[in-house]
């Protein structure tokens, strides 16, 4: 039977919960291996191997080199935008973390203080989050594409003693000097870090402050090497901030050992890798798959790495990512639908294809949105291998639901996301908290404890992770995805519950959107849903509404918008479009109805729900967005 190795490990883990974390446990080495696998007295809802220490850095690196792996390629670094590739073994790998660790330490960074990264998708940002590691230092990552004003907001949230920057991010035709947003975002920000490390890369030269910016390569080579920091399991490894339903992100907190354990553990249950493999996520460090599966479970697996600069498509063409994948060996490629369907757009026959050797390319995992079926059934026939579509969060930092190749469970039902990984209790909801019969939609939920690796809490907001995730259902870990388990126990995710939308796979949140457009002179009022996209799966679009006596043409209003997002939350927003309106659809109380809108933009049918104020609005709201030319059917 060939999910037998998946039955088998589901009926471990329910049987005896603790007892198979314990087992995961021994896949890590330990300074002191743990006695208890949870304890449930601790923190929000307990937390794993809370007696363990150990070094997450040491585990990604220097055991390799220790067990005869010091050779072998850790990192590949493929940089079409730069022209470069360049390897680093896992020897090499080590050495220079270990003296950015020791460059780190001379500014003062210690166990427990946090480093904010703000890096292009450069080894050395993966170097800097391991170098953290090495310290017990807490880092936070920043993804590149947001503006200095959300890097501003992460850097007051996180109070770091120390910044890593670089000169430049690489976009297709441009370079972004990252410094000047540095510069901004710290002179915004009521807390200002020590020290900026910043890494100056050829194609532009940042400007340094004296006696607080410090110069990457100059330090690292100054620097002696440090050795790894034994810290608690229990102590933060990273804080990486992700959007919530407000302006404000939320500051995912991932504790040490339960990530060490539940990562390295998932290279070998759901990707199927096995140590001097090599495993490509083609994602960016800024989010959690690129924190999970660009840097820290495929080192803790022993595999070898790839990072990639470049885009799927124009760099140069739609044939990069199968470039890469042939010329670096890559057996399991990991990315967004949104980059499948970019290269589809491009090359529908895939003809890009037959000049690489892809023999080596076993599995293609997808996640980080809705995968839509055209386009996973294009890529299972043109690539002629497996496609796992499997379902995940920056919360819980690997797939709640996903295949699983080293478990015999795979590929999963074509359509689904897949069946629970082992640790999760997956159900769906309805709103009053009872659990649905399967085939039934409504609130997919995990049961708690969460297993390990999972978020603890947010940064220093234990009470605003209750309110975000544990208080609608108590005992219940709520996911904010909306779906329905089958008969066979496949999960199906259909989307967000509540303002978060996807964007090219970018979780981006309408009410910081909302905020930005309410912060305009002219506007009375404002709502930003996500509509359909062919493309990204989804973009944002505004409606605003002007206040009484602004005597502005409407268009310019609406570009004023559009490049106010660009420069308040970044142009990762993909905010392109505006529209002005006479008013807004509203319930009798007051309450805008995004949903409504949000259908009509989509040109699907869009009733009246029973407590709309006037009925007319849907028609008007309807007519402002007639031939709408962003939305296209995907
Ligand atoms: N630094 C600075 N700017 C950045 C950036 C970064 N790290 N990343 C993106 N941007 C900018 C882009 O240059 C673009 O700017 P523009 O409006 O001037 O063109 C904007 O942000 C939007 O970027 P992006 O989302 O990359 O859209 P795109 O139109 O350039 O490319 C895709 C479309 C589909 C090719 C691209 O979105 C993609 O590769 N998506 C995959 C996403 C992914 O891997 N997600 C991780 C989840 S697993
Ligand atoms: P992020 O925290 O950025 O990883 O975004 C998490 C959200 O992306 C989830 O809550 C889902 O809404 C969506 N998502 C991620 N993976 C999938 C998937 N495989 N299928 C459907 N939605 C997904």
Redesign the pocket.
């Known amino acids: 039977m060939p999910a037998q190795g998946y039955v088998a490990a589901i009926a471990d883990w329910r049987r005896d919960p603790q007892a198979f974390w314990m087992e995961a446990a021994r896949g890590i080495d330990w300074i002191r291996p743990p006695e208890r696998a949870f304890d449930p007295a601790l923190g929000v809802y307990g937390q794993w191997f809370p007696d363990g220490r150990l070094n997450t850095c040491f585990n990604a690196l220097d055991r390799h080199v220790a067990a005869g792996r010091g050779a072998q390629d850790a990192l590949i670094w493929d940089s079409p935008m730069a022209g470069t590739i360049k390897r680093f073994s896992y020897a090499a790998l080590r050495d220079r973390t270990a003296r950015v660790a020791g460059a780190l330490a001379g500014l003062g960074v210690r166990r427990g203080d946090r480093v904010v990264i703000y890096m292009?998708m450069v080894p050395e940002a993966a170097i800097a989050m391991l170098a953290c590691a090495r310290l017990g230092a807490i880092h936070s990552v920043v993804?590149?594409?947001f503006a200095a004003a959300e890097l501003a907001k992460r850097i007051e949230d996180a109070a770091p003693r120390v910044m890593v920057s670089a000169s430049c991010?690489l976009?297709?035709g441009r370079a972004?000097a990252y410094k000047p947003l540095l510069d901004a975002a710290i002179a915004m920000s009521a807390h200002k870090p020590q020290a900026c490390l910043i890494l100056q890369r050829p194609q532009v030269a940042a400007s340094m402050v004296a006696g607080r910016d410090h110069d990457f390569a100059a330090a690292e080579a100054a620097a002696a090497p440090h050795d790894p920091v034994a810290v608690a399991a229990t102590d933060p490894l990273y804080i990486l901030y992700t959007s919530g339903t407000t302006g404000r992100p939320k500051g995912v907190v991932r504790d040490t050992g339960g990530h060490a354990v539940a990562l390295h553990n998932s290279m070998r249950m759901i990707y199927g890798m096995r140590p001097g493999e090599v495993f490509w996520a083609?994602?960016?460090v800024?989010?959690v798959?690129g924190h999970s599966y660009i840097v820290y479970a495929p080192l803790l697996a022993g595999c070898t790495s790839v990072m990639y600069e470049g885009?799927?498509?124009g760099t140069p063409d739609a044939g990069a990512f199968w470039r890469v994948c042939a010329e670096h060996g890559v057996r399991a490629l990991?990315?967004?639908p949104?980059?499948l369907?970019?290269i589809r757009q491009q090359d529908p026959e895939a003809r890009l294809l037959g000049d690489h050797d892809l023999s080596g390319l076993e599995t293609l995992f997808l996640?980080?949105e809705r995968c839509d079926p055209p386009t996973a059934i294009w890529a299972a026939d043109k690539l002629r291998i497996p496609v796992v579509d499997h379902w995940w969060q920056t919360e819980t930092g690997w797939a709640i639901t996903a295949g699983f190749k080293g478990l015999g469970l795979f590929p999963p039902k074509p359509g689904t996301g897949g069946r629970p990984s082992p640790g999760y209790d997956v159900q769906v909801l309805d709103d009053d908290g009872r659990v649905l019969p399967r085939g039934a939609t409504g609130n997919l939920c995990v049961r708690l404890p969460l297993p390990p690796g999972c978020a603890p809490t947010l940064w220093q907001n234990e009470a605003g992770y209750r309110t975000a995730y544990l208080a609608d259902f108590p005992g219940w870990y709520r996911t904010g995805d909306a779906g329905s388990i089958d008969a066979d126990g496949d999960v199906s995710v259909m989307g967000r519950t509540d303002d978060i939308i996807n964007?090219?796979?970018?979780r981006l949140s309408t009410g910081a959107m909302e905020e930005v457009l309410a912060a305009h002179p002219d506007v009375a009022e404002c709502a930003v849903v996500g509509v359909k996209d062919a493309?990204?799966g989804q973009v944002p679009l505004g409606l605003v509404v002007l206040k009484a006596g602004a005597q502005r043409i409407a268009r310019e209003v609406a570009e004023e918008l559009v490049a106010l997002v660009r420069d308040r939350i970044?142009?990762?927003a993909?905010f392109r479009e505006a529209r002005v309106v006479a008013r807004l659809p509203k319930t009798r109380s007051g309450k805008i109805l995004r949903a409504s809108i949000r259908r009509i933009a989509d040109g699907e049918p869009a009733a009246a729900p029973a407590t709309i104020d006037d009925p007319a609005i849907l028609e008007e709201i309807g007519a402002a967005l007639g031939g709408r030319s962003s939305v296209r059917e995907s």
Do not use: C, I, N, Q
């Open positions: 292009p993804f590149g594409g991010g976009e297709p972004v083609a994602s960016d800024g989010w798959v885009k799927p498509v990991f990315t967004a949104t980059a369907r970019a996640a980080g964007v090219a796979g970018h493309l990204k970044g142009p990762v993909a």
